[in-house]
């Protein structure tokens, strides 16, 4: 440990759940990982999860969290499941400057897995547009 420490943060972080790299290559599928542990990208309208329309939750494909509720999800034509809002404190962000440019990154508050991303431009009452890889969500539809 140095005097200084690291200060750039995702690394250092400690979540709730937490596994090896080993582990959540185990528990995942490929491409699951590929997203969730090393912050790939869906190839857009792949996700089944972008037209479901029913009621229920989105969850962590990693964790389990409940992270979205089908009542904020709106169709965003970009084939990608979109939300205008998470459900209380189930994300976090954190800033990507990948790719040259400077977006903000969504993750599981439990377990840090890689989500997708935020924009500025979603619909009202927030204007926000939660950029969701559909793999790395599980539906649960409601029981009725
Ligand atoms: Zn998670």
Redesign the pocket.
Known sequence: MGLFGSTSARHDKTFE?EHSEEEWRRRLTREQYRVLREHGTERAGTSPLDREKRTGTFH??????PLYSSEQKFDSGTGWPSFWRPLEGAVETSTDRSFFMVRTEVH??????HLGHVFNDGPPPTGLRYCMNGVAMRFKPTED
């Open positions: 759940v962590c494909a990693a964790c389990e969290a599981c508050a439990r377990c840090g897995g």
